[in-house]
């Protein structure tokens, strides 16, 4: 009966409120999904888990209930789809796709934003498993490599929609980016070109940083693609190398978060990236202390729109000393 509510949920709720794409890609999620969970157990568990997981945001009273119901559902998800991606072909290969995406939203929605955000790196106030930090970006950058060996397989069958509104991405169109957040990534461009570090990390850095601002060209020019579509498509895109420095903390990765925290920040309401920019942002200046504030300052402004002195008044209860 439990799990039936969670269905029932997310067939006249949950499916229609958790995305904002917008058209036939919002479709795909309340029937292509609905679809294959039926027809693959690891699926209907992460819809369930998801399900779950929202409730426990409009329940506050039964929270507690549904996390465990979600936390349940999510680890058997995982379990069985780490068995059929071991096994892909053409009878599982878009429910694997489809699950590998669903990650990402997951993680975002699971963060506890009184909490230093895990998302991208071991926080220093960080408390838990550190095993399972970044777990969520090894199986998002999944998809990318289901993707890249059934390409055309799953961009020719249901799954088209999601696909379709990158194909008029004219490479005769130039990119262009708001004026302010153009001087703002052409400063760090300059402070990482003339920087002391190895040219090796130099280079990861400046693509990291030009992919990550070819996003802001797609939400700002590329109105046919959806800004949650663009804003995901990053983590499709940046190197393991420089999944390797936010491991390690280093200062000049961790700037570029804070700029892709100005990226979420702009996205329309979704329940679950409420508080999420400003939770990604106040890690990363937690980590990085005042030393890098000129190069920060652009997202705080973006994000906060407070001045330094009233950030530090208004550190989340997780940050005071």
Not at 277 to 290: A, P, R
Request: proline share 3%; glycine share 4%.
């Amino acid at each position: 009966m439990s799990d039936m509510k969670l269905l029932h949920f997310w067939l006249t709720e949950g499916a229609t409120n958790f995305t904002n794409f917008g058209g036939g890609l919002n479709n795909i999620f309340s029937d292509a999904l609905i679809k294959h969970s039926f027809e693959h157990e690891f699926l209907m568990h992460e819809l369930l888990s998801f399900s779950a997981l929202h409730l426990s945001r409009l329940k506050p009273q039964d929270a507690q209930d549904y996390l465990y119901i979600s936390d349940a559902h999510h680890s058997k998800g995982l379990t069985l789809f780490q068995l059929a991606v071991s096994r892909l072909d053409d009878s599982n290969r878009e429910p694997c796709y489809l699950f590998s995406s669903l990650i990402f939203i997951h993680a975002w929605a699971a963060q506890d934003v009184d909490k230093p955000s895990n998302l991208f790196f071991i926080p220093s106030q960080h408390s838990g498993d550190s095993e399972e930090v970044l777990k969520w970006v090894q199986l998002h950058r999944g998809s990318k490599a289901i993707l890249t060996s059934n390409f055309s397989q799953i961009r020719n069958g249901g799954l088209r929609p999601m696909f379709e509104q990158w194909e008029d991405l004219g490479r005769e169109k130039e990119d262009q980016l708001e004026e302010e957040d153009e001087r703002s990534f052409d400063s760090f461009h300059e402070a990482l070109t003339s920087s002391l570090i190895p040219e090796t990390q130099k280079a990861v850095l400046i693509e990291a940083l030009n992919q990550l601002r070819r996003i802001f060209c797609f939400m700002s020019s590329h109105h046919y693609i959806s800004k949650l579509s663009a804003v995901m498509s990053w983590f499709m895109t940046i190197s393991d190398e420089y999944l390797l420095m936010l491991e390690n903390k280093m200062p000049e990765a961790l700037v570029i978060v804070a700029f892709y925290a100005v990226a979420i920040k702009r996205l329309p309401y979704m329940w679950w990236l409420e508080g999420k920019s400003e939770n990604v942002l106040q890690t990363v200046l937690d980590e990085l202390g005042g030393s890098w504030e000129s190069h920060t300052r652009w997202a705080v402004e973006q994000i906060r729109g407070y001045t330094d002195a009233v950030i530090r008044e208004e550190l989340p209860r997780w940050s005071r000393k």
